[in-house]
């Protein structure tokens, strides 16, 4: 039988730590020049972290690497972050490094990728922007919410056999939203109802008035009114995170660079807040345009071997 060759790599890095995060317990590896390795376990509560950084200081390890694990990494970057060098890595990309990998030695072989150079970190931007980044993707998640809402108004007013959706172009416009409200209200008359209608809207009144007719029951007013709560409630959510963003933005000195942004042709306000919160404001980080487009999921992957094309992945491409 072959005896297995042992894969040695070249030190770069004098002492470092691997990291292996679980939701419920971290796994670290120590390991360098004048130390000896060694292997603890801690748990993900904060006073057990704050001595596994202790522990990294005793030793005087200056680079940490772990793997991107869903959002378990956070709490440990957000203590060790002021004392080393942090690496986050893709998952992934440990794997497609030669040599064995197990999970029972996981911290070990990021520990010793990490002192041979072969890990390539993602990139972390600081904590204003990363404050920034959860404001603006709450909001989108909200704004997703209302449309959702939105489209449950339309099932409503279907199930109760009004067609107002076929002959208003905007069920979020001034006359579909003051003739939901009466008909909630208990409005029948087709007739009153026809007030509402704005000059601007094409289908003519006789179109409007086929439309409005159907069946509204106690429970359809009911689920409309919820509805129209639950938008209401997430419309106020957008306007106190619209707030906490400018807030952002000029505590950190952010709002020259939005401002800036926004004289980019088709960039607003809220879209330059977006692009700082996902890229931040220092392209250091970015070695040229064409990095920050493939981080970005901009451009097309091109990667070829022997006539075979392959999906191109950027190191930096993790989901922060």
Not at 99 to 119: F, Q, V
Not at 121 to 142: A, N, Q, W
Not at 211 to 225: E, I, P, Q, Y
Not at 275 to 290: D, H, K, L, R, V
Request: hydrophobic share 35%; aromatic share 6%; glycine share 6%.
């Amino acid at each position: 039988m072959k005896k297995k060759s042992k894969i040695s790599f070249e030190q770069i890095i004098d002492r470092g730590c691997g990291i292996d995060v679980h939701k419920s317990i971290i796994v670290a590896t120590i390991k360098g020049i004048g130390i000896k390795e060694e292997t603890r376990s801690f748990d993900g509560f904060t006073e057990s972290i704050e001595q596994m950084r202790d522990w990294l200081k005793e030793y005087d390890i200056t680079h940490v690497a772990m793997e991107s694990t869903g959002v378990y990494w956070k709490p440990i970057y957000n203590i060790l972050e002021e004392g080393f060098e942090i690496l986050l890595v893709n998952a992934r990309h440990i794997k497609n490094v030669p040599g064995r990998k197990t999970d029972k030695k996981d911290s070990k072989w990021i520990a010793k990728l990490l002192l041979s150079g072969l890990l390539s970190g993602s990139f972390i931007p600081p904590k204003p922007i990363r404050e920034l980044r959860d404001l603006t993707r709450y909001k989108r998640k909200v704004v997703q919410q209302i449309a959702a809402e939105k489209n449950r108004i339309q099932k409503v007013l279907e199930d109760a056999n009004i067609k107002l959706s076929s002959v208003v172009s905007n069920m979020s416009g001034a006359t579909a939203s003051k003739i939901i409200d009466a008909m909630i209200h208990g409005q029948e008359d087709i007739d009153e109802l026809l007030k509402f209608r704005h000059g601007k809207i094409q289908s003519s009144i006789k179109d409007l008035a086929s439309s409005l007719k159907g069946k509204m029951t106690n429970h359809h007013r009911f689920m409309l009114t919820t509805i129209k709560e639950s938008i209401a409630e997430k419309t106020r959510t957008i306007d106190k995170l619209d707030e906490q963003i400018e807030i952002q933005l000029k505590e950190n000195e952010l709002d020259l660079d939005a401002k800036l942004l926004e004289t980019i042709p088709g960039v607003g306000k809220e879209g330059s807040s977006y692009i700082i919160a996902e890229i931040g404001n220092n392209m250091n980080q970015f070695p040229n345009e064409q990095h920050l487009a493939s981080w970005a999921g901009m451009s097309p992957g091109c990667n070829e071997s022997a006539g075979k094309k392959k999906v191109r992945e950027s190191h930096m491409e993790i989901n922060i």
